[in-house]
Structure formats: C-alpha cells, structure tokens
C-alpha cells in the first residue's frame, strides 16, 4: 500500500480526506478486536452511543478473521501430512529400488562369472587331452591363460557371494582349480620323462579335480539362475 508523508498530503490537499479515514480506523480496531466487550454482558453497552455501526462492523471483520484463520490451518495442516507422508514414501520406495537392483546385479555378475569358470575349465581339461592325445605339450601353451580367466572368476564369486552355499561352492571350485593346476604340470614333467605309470596317476587325478571344480562351478550357475528368476 502506497504511504504518503504529511508533506505529500498537503500538497494535493486532502488533510481532511487523510484525517477522516484515521478516525475511522482507530474507531473500527478496539471492535474488530473485541477489547470493549465486557464479559457476561450484552455487547450494545460498551458500545459509545452512535459507534454501533462500527462495532457491528468490526465483529463481522473478527468473526471472518476467525472462521478463515481456522480453515486456513486445517488446510495447511492437511497439506503438510499429505507432503511427509509423500516424501517418506519416496526415500522408503527410493531405498527398496536401490536395494533391489543392487542385488540384481551381484546376482548377474555371479552367474556370469559361474559361466566364465565353468568354460574356462572346460578348456583347459581339452587342452590337456589335446597335450595327452597327441603329445606335444604345445596344446598347454595356452592353459596359463585359462588357468587366469578361472583365477578371476572364483575372485568375482569369492568377493560378491552373500550366499554361504555359493560361497563354499566356490571355495570348492578354488581348491579343484588348484590341485588340476598342479597336476598338469606334473604331467608335463612325467611326459618328458616318459614315466608313464605316474602320468596315468596324475593324469586320473587332474580328471577328479577338473571335475569337482566344474561341478561347483555349475552349482553356482544353477542358484545363481534360480534367484535371477525368483527376484525378476
């Protein structure tokens, strides 16, 4: 609202204007606020004789005032429950996702690295029946690289497995991993050396420790694809 200083009034003169409307304010107020009304009492006689106008006027103002105040903060009220329980059904619903698709994806790179295992072996057992088949230790030039995409798998498995089942499974596919390992180098020394007898032990052995650790691999695969399943 604009203010005038007495200056300004002056200059466009209106001082009756400007005194009048201060009247009538001061008047009105002590009504719209109820302060002349005395308790138990008909309100007409605290009213100055010809001011009843102005105190019909101010209760009406005090009545509004009231009744709006009061709808106002049953609607503020409303607005506000209405906004906290949006906002906490978003984080609860945010968090819930999160989690979800967290577990999604371990259960994802789980499978996966059951999946790269469970090949992997299967190429270093036909790189050594190539070696065995045809005699030249150059089909175990490639093993160490298998023998490393396995390494790296059971890590992947090792590190993201929540599930005591998996992990032991794993931990299974480690152990056959290693013990294969150790007998395709034996066989390579007995193959130099033409020590068929040991070669035919070692080479039974490398067999049950390929196979033990590609049946842990594929334990794996299988819960893992399980729980993809169940959680999609």
């Known amino acids: 609202m604009m203010k005038w200083n007495k200056a300004e009034r002056e200059s466009y003169g209106m001082p009756q204007v400007w005194g009048w409307l201060k009247k009538m304010s001061a008047k009105v107020e002590p009504y719209r606020q109820g302060a ?42 409303v607005i506000s429950f209405y906004i906290a329980i949006s906002a906490y059904s978003y984080i609860q619903l945010t968090q819930i996702t999160a989690e979800y698709n967290d577990i999604l994806h371990k259960t994802v790179k789980l499978e996966a690295a059951a999946k790269d295992a469970a090949w992997y072996l299967s190429q270093s057992a036909s790189a050594l029946r190539g070696s065995l088949l045809t005699g030249d230790q150059k089909e175990l030039d490639s093993y160490p690289i298998y023998s490393a995409k396995v390494d790296s798998s059971i890590e992947v498995l090792l590190d993201l ?47 049950e420790k390929i196979s033990q650790a590609m049946k842990a691999a594929e334990a794996i695969e299988k819960i893992e694809n399980e729980e993809l399943l169940h959680k999609s």
Request: charged share 20%; glycine share 8%.
């Open 36 to 77: 002349n009304v005395l308790p138990g009492k008909d309100a007409t006689a605290t009213v100055e004789p010809g001011h009843e106008r102005f105190f019909a006027w101010g209760q009406w103002l005090g009545a509004c005032w009231s009744i709006g105040g009061q709808i106002r903060l049953a609607i503020l009220s």
């Open 161 to 207: 497995a929540a599930d005591p089942e998996v992990k032991r499974y794993a931990e299974q596919m480690e152990a056959g991993k290693n013990a294969y390992s150790a007998s395709v180098y034996a066989i390579e020394r007995w193959q130099k050396e033409k020590n068929t007898q040991a070669l035919a032990a070692e080479v039974q052995k490398s067999n």
